[in-house]
């Protein structure tokens, strides 16, 4: 794919837009554009919006009622992509996507990121983009920017994560899981285990609690040494004033943590295979671990889910476990991406 700069120069070109209590006509690229009010006014939508769904309320079918969202993802997914277009649904938005994937459009014939965009641009209302390079999206708003002033119907993207860079909507629903069963951010333990490095979701998911300025909560950081953290992250987050602890020994914290986000090791973005084998095991959620947890924890994964949590009767016993929450944390990620929907594409109250 020829592209015009290394796409991570985008992340210095462009500077994405600070919401500040306005979504509308916003792209969504980082969770540095959020502010701690508008977190609060994505969970009250988000509570609102789930509600109304469960109450098959019609109403919600004029959210988005003839707007377009293109479907634009480089890379594999199941929960994101299915659930900005059940979220586009559901408001009475359309949905386009190119008819056999994105790799038989014309990616194929050596399209670049930023004409891909444009074209969607000129279709959509709203792209939600997933792409495996660092500042992909920072990109497409660059040229959707450029885009727009020569179009008639302007477009923003939300990305569906960049690379090992961020996942801005997924940190939004990770979040609001946790509001929802802790009915708070503040005063909590919040440990990360797994590929802290390659992550995008623990990357997006600790500075937003950072940015959420949540007092008194700790960030426990489980990695085996080469997966820890990224420096830059630790930077940002010790800079709001959160405390932060990094182990490569689970059961030094696992007792005092209110909340366990477990993740995958990321053997695709490994470049050498053998380091892959090499830690692939360090952290196996088994049900005699998460029996060791406090009786209140909650244990978070964002999914695709592979042997980090055993084998398939370990999964069946997590899952039976009344502290296992991802299953309602992959549907709040519909509730939630309905709330942004609605308030990027028509700024309405819900
Ligand atoms: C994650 C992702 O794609 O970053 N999944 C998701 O969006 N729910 C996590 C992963 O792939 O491990």
Not at 3 to 19: G, S
Not at 140 to 153: G, K, V
Not at 270 to 287: Q, R, T
């Amino acid at each position: 794919m020829s592209d015009l700069r290394p796409t991570e120069a985008y992340t210095q070109i462009y500077t994405p837009p600070t919401i500040n209590g306005d979504f509308k006509g916003k792209h969504i690229i980082t969770v540095d554009q959020f502010s701690k009010q508008d977190l609060q006014t994505i969970f009250d939508a988000t509570v609102s919006i789930r509600k109304r769904v469960r109450q098959n309320d019609r109403g919600l079918s004029e959210l988005c009622n003839g707007k377009v969202m293109a479907s634009l993802f480089f890379e594999a997914s199941t929960r994101t992509d299915l659930s900005f277009q059940a979220a586009m649904r559901r408001l009475g938005g359309d949905v386009i996507s190119a008819s056999n994937g994105v790799q038989f459009s014309s990616v194929y014939k050596g399209e670049n990121l930023a004409d891909t965009v444009r074209a969607a641009g000129c279709y959509a209302d709203v792209i939600a983009l997933r792409h495996p390079q660092v500042g992909s999206s920072y990109q497409a708003a660059y040229y959707l920017d450029l885009l727009n002033q020569q179009i008639q119907n302007p477009t923003v993207v939300i990305s569906g994560g960049d690379g090992i860079g961020e996942h801005p909507t997924q940190a939004l629903l990770d979040l609001f899981t946790i509001y929802d069963y802790k009915k708070r951010i503040e005063n909590l333990t919040v440990t990360m285990v797994g590929d802290l490095r390659h992550g995008r979701t623990v990357h997006s998911l600790a500075k937003l609690i950072a940015i959420y300025k949540a007092t008194n909560t700790r960030i426990c950081w489980v990695a085996p040494g080469m997966l820890q953290m990224p420096s830059e992250i630790i930077e940002f987050v010790k800079h709001e004033g959160i405390e932060t602890y990094q182990t490569e020994d689970l059961f030094e914290v696992l007792g005092e943590s209110d909340v366990i986000y477990w993740t995958r090791i990321q053997e695709e973005r490994f470049g050498n295979i053998d380091d892959y084998d090499a830690i692939k095991d360090s952290f196996i959620m088994l049900p005699s671990v998460l029996d060791q947890a406090k009786s209140d924890a909650i244990l978070m994964h964002p999914l695709p889910r592979k042997h980090e949590m055993g084998g398939p009767d370990d999964h069946d016993q997590l899952d039976a476990n009344p502290r296992s929450v991802y299953f309602r944390q992959m549907e709040n990620g519909m509730f939630v991406r309905m709330a942004l929907l609605a308030k990027v594409l028509k700024g309405v109250y819900v």
